[in-house]
């Protein structure tokens, strides 16, 4: 088979013209004497209608519509314009753009389908409900670049580190910016808290800095909302509320310990992020109704699952209840004492919970872990922001739990910042008690 490309080569170069005999049917060359048949005079006009001015075809001029837009289902701009129709944008206009299309300038009204054979013979029928032209007046967009790449950083990266349980993973990856999609404050907490992820672990000090500032000016904006919204919770806002203490809490850690912070409280009184989440603990008890519909159904089931009392009871403190109780025997605070103690011991049962193949012995997730301080009673709060020493070395053993969870960026030195500042307020006696949270952690008095 001969290529194409060879054929219309030889066609071109090597030509001869041909013309039909009179006699018969022959084709025979024709010779330089035989004269050229006259060419039919047309007059040629620029009158044409748009339509066929675009197609680039002969238009009859036919009133009130030539024949070429009759055949095609056109609307021909030879017909009057009809006042009722969107009118087109003149093409120098850029204050707007048409929604009519771009091929005819005149009115568009509707008519019959048209034919849809080629893309500039269609044109759109007005919807209605649908503004006909589109302003392009400079405005505000409303769209950051930089806030899309923080929200796509939280789900590829950040959410993966704020829980570990199969299951609740998913919950903050998926459903939590879907329901921050319907609650601002809630967005920005999520940018907030991807934006200080991200500048936890930038090496150029610029770039980290940057990031820090807009996380700070994510939390303040959501922090403002969500704070005034607690006056007047209900079941549309009460779910992203309680979400967003979850994020708080986070957040707060991620910033770093200061000095003077024991996590709980600080120079400043109890921690802005405690008295929320006691807050939510107490709508929880008092108003479940707001947080009985289907969004956060799924953490709370897995919470129930992962989260719940442990069926094992070791004694994980064999003497530290009996020094407790010789040293407060008459104290009134003692049964805040014990108890938190106990609520710390199922804690523990958690982290050492373990199967005979030692390969599955699951992560512990910091969830489990501070289920302790959601727990705590306002009373032992008091106490500890009161410095009494026995609560002080309590707060020490929550630490071994704690040294557990190193490996989330957003605990990283607390430990040894707790430690150092619970050993500071303590007397020597008290030292003595908090020996074991030293020796299991490894922190060592500087």
Same mark, same amino acid.
């Given at each position: 088979?001969?290529?194409?490309? #060879?054929?219309?080569?030889?066609?071109?170069?090597?030509?001869?013209?041909?013309?039909?005999?009179? +006699?018969?049917?022959?084709?025979?060359?024709?010779?330089?004497?035989?004269?050229? !048949?006259?060419?039919?005079?047309?007059?040629?006009?620029?009158?044409?209608?748009?339509?066929?001015?675009?197609?680039?075809?002969?238009?009859?001029?036919?009133?009130?519509?030539?024949?070429?837009?009759?055949?095609?289902?056109?609307?021909?701009?030879? #017909?009057?314009?009809?006042?009722?129709?969107?009118?087109?944008?003149?093409?120098?206009?850029?204050?707007?753009?048409?929604?009519?299309?771009?091929?005819?300038?005149?009115?568009?009204?509707?008519? =019959?389908?048209?034919?849809?054979?080629?893309?500039?013979?269609?044109? =759109?029928?007005?919807?209605?409900?649908?503004?006909?032209?589109?302003?392009?007046?400079?405005?505000?967009?409303?769209?950051?670049?930089?806030?899309?790449?923080?929200?796509?950083?939280?789900?590829?990266?950040?959410?993966?580190?704020? !829980?570990?349980?199969?299951?609740?993973?998913?919950?903050?990856?998926?459903?939590?910016?879907?329901?921050?999609?319907?609650?601002?404050?809630?967005?920005?907490?999520?940018?907030?808290?991807?934006?200080?992820?991200?500048?936890?672990?930038? $090496?150029?000090?610029? /770039?980290?800095?940057?990031?820090?500032?807009?996380?700070?000016?994510?939390?303040?904006?959501?922090?403002?909302?969500?704070?005034?919204?607690?006056?007047?919770?209900? !079941?549309?806002?009460?779910?992203?509320?309680?979400?967003?203490?979850?994020?708080?809490?986070?957040?707060?850690?991620? #910033?770093?310990?200061?000095?003077?912070?024991?996590?709980?409280?600080?120079?400043?009184?109890?921690?802005?992020?405690?008295?929320?989440?006691?807050?939510?603990?107490?709508?929880? /008890?008092?108003?479940?109704?707001?947080?009985?519909?289907?969004?956060?159904?799924?953490?709370? /089931?897995?919470?129930?699952?992962?989260?719940?009392?442990?069926?094992?009871?070791?004694?994980?403190?064999?003497?530290?209840?009996?020094?407790?109780?010789?040293?407060? +025997?008459?104290?009134?605070?003692?049964?805040?004492? #014990?108890?938190?103690?106990?609520?710390?011991?199922?804690?523990?049962?958690?982290?050492?919970?373990?199967?005979?193949?030692?390969?599955?012995?699951?992560?512990?997730?910091?969830?489990?872990?501070?289920?302790?301080?959601?727990?705590?009673?306002?009373?032992?709060?008091?106490?500890?922001?009161?410095?009494?020493?026995?609560?002080?070395?309590?707060?020490?053993?929550?630490?071994?739990?704690?040294?557990?969870?190193?490996?989330?960026?957003?605990?990283?030195?607390?430990?040894?910042?707790?430690?150092?500042?619970?050993?500071?307020?303590?007397?020597? @006696?008290?030292?003595?008690?908090? $020996?074991?949270?030293? @020796?299991?952690?490894?922190?060592?008095?500087?």
């Amino acid at each position: 088979m001969v290529p194409l490309t #060879l054929l219309s080569f030889t066609w071109t170069h090597h030509k001869i013209p041909f013309t039909m005999s009179p +006699g018969n049917n022959d084709i025979s060359p024709s010779s330089p004497s035989t004269k050229k !048949a006259p060419r039919r005079h047309h007059l040629k006009s620029r009158n044409g209608c748009t339509n066929c001015k675009s197609r680039r075809v002969k238009c009859d001029e036919r009133k009130p519509q030539c024949s070429n837009c009759m055949r095609r289902g056109l609307r021909c701009s030879f #017909l009057p314009p009809n006042p009722h129709t969107a009118s087109a944008s003149p093409c120098g206009n850029f204050g707007s753009l048409s929604l009519t299309s771009p091929c005819d300038a005149t009115p568009v009204t509707q008519t =019959p389908p048209p034919s849809t054979s080629s893309c500039g013979d269609y044109v =759109p029928a007005a919807l209605p409900g649908v503004p006909q032209t589109i302003s392009l007046e400079p405005a505000s967009e409303g769209l950051d670049i930089e806030d899309f790449f923080l929200l796509h950083h939280y789900t590829i990266s950040t959410s993966y580190t704020l !829980a570990v349980v199969p299951g609740l993973d998913t919950f903050m990856r998926i459903n939590l910016p879907q329901i921050a999609f319907s609650n601002k404050f809630l967005l920005h907490g999520t940018l907030a808290i991807a934006a200080l992820h991200l500048s936890r672990f930038k $090496r150029n000090a610029s /770039e980290a800095n940057s990031y820090m500032m807009k996380a700070l000016h994510h939390y303040g904006t959501a922090l403002r909302t969500a704070t005034s919204l607690m006056a007047s919770i209900n !079941a549309q806002n009460g779910p992203a509320l309680y979400l967003f203490s979850m994020l708080c809490f986070s957040f707060t850690l991620g #910033l770093g310990p200061k000095p003077g912070d024991f996590l709980l409280f600080g120079q400043q009184g109890i921690a802005q992020w405690l008295g929320q989440l006691q807050g939510m603990r107490s709508l929880l /008890e008092t108003k479940p109704e707001l947080f009985q519909d289907d969004t956060l159904a799924p953490m709370f /089931e897995l919470s129930v699952r992962s989260f719940g009392q442990s069926i094992s009871r070791t004694d994980h403190f064999p003497q530290l209840p009996e020094q407790i109780q010789q040293a407060a +025997g008459r104290d009134p605070e003692l049964v805040h004492y #014990l108890k938190a103690l106990d609520q710390l011991s199922q804690r523990f049962d958690f982290a050492l919970l373990s199967t005979s193949d030692a390969s599955r012995v699951p992560q512990l997730s910091p969830q489990q872990v501070f289920v302790w301080i959601y727990q705590l009673e306002d009373g032992f709060v008091r106490l500890l922001q009161e410095e009494k020493p026995i609560p002080l070395v309590i707060l020490s053993y929550f630490c071994i739990l704690l040294n557990r969870l190193n490996s989330f960026w957003w605990i990283c030195g607390w430990v040894e910042h707790l430690l150092s500042e619970i050993h500071s307020l303590l007397d020597e @006696e008290y030292k003595i008690w908090m $020996r074991r949270a030293m @020796e299991e952690t490894g922190w060592i008095p500087g």
